[in-house]
């Protein structure tokens, strides 16, 4: 069974420019979870869709935004980027079984790196 | 202060080793624990994940969760070259709100054994 699958692996871009990032979760999978990992700063919380819903969002600037497609798929978008936001992004996926609890176990894909410039 | 302290090491032992990694935290609401293997420039792979105080043993992993410290620990038996990556540990909780969902991380520890 394939795994959280995310593109591109790597995204260079430049300072105000929007970059979007793509995630397919496990297959059955309903819930996508986005995190950054940032240099020094650990893996923080971003984002968490399911069923099509943003149903949770991190300490992040509006600027960070994404959706969830009908097949479950999903995008972030990162729009007037600034050179700290420079991570590597994380998708995660869970199978949204637990209900209004939220605390499904996430399975991450390998991320995609974005450097800005 | 952070919610989640996880000291960063790094961490080097020789092959056959005992590791203890080890996590705090401040938040009582946590109540899943979970630990994650990451190697360099890969996403985290869930090693462990238990629920509430005790302890939760998988082959040469141990997960031990003491509630009532704000303590976590994983220990890895007969550690091998293999093991060499960054050890992270995450919670969660079912409270609702700011918490719906969301992984909370400490910041890591890279471990390295050595032949």
């Known amino acids: 069974e394939a795994g959280v699958t995310q593109s591109p692996t790597h995204l260079i871009k430049t300072r105000g420019q929007q970059a979007t990032l793509r995630c397919s979760p496990i297959s059955g999978h309903t819930s996508v979870y986005w995190y950054q990992q940032a240099l020094g700063l650990g893996l923080q919380f971003l984002l968490w869709y399911d069923e099509g819903e943003e149903r949770n969002r991190g300490n992040f600037p509006p600027r960070f935004s994404g959706r969830q497609f009908p097949n479950y798929s999903s995008e972030l978008n990162v729009n007037a980027l600034e050179l700290e936001d420079s991570a590597l992004y994380l998708c995660?996926?869970?199978?949204?079984?637990?209900?209004?609890?939220?605390?499904?176990?996430?399975?991450f894909g390998p991320g995609t790196r974005l450097t800005v410039l | 202060q952070k919610e989640v302290e996880q000291d960063p090491g790094p961490l080097s032992v020789p092959e056959g080793a005992i590791v203890s990694l080890n996590c705090t935290y401040s938040n009582s609401a946590f109540q899943y624990f979970m630990w994650y293997r990451q190697y360099s420039r890969k996403g985290p792979e869930l090693l462990m994940y238990?629920?509430?105080?005790g302890n939760k043993e998988d082959g040469r992993f141990t997960a031990q969760v003491d509630k009532s410290s704000k303590y976590i620990s994983l220990f890895i038996r007969d550690s091998q070259p293999s093991d060499s990556a960054t050890y992270l540990c995450a919670m969660s909780s079912n409270a609702g709100g700011t918490s719906y969902g969301k992984l909370t991380f400490g910041q890591g520890t890279i471990l390295t054994v050595h032949p």
């Open positions: 995660a996926s869970s199978s949204g079984t637990s209900g209004s609890g939220g605390t499904d176990t996430q399975y």
């Open positions: 238990t629920y509430s105080s």
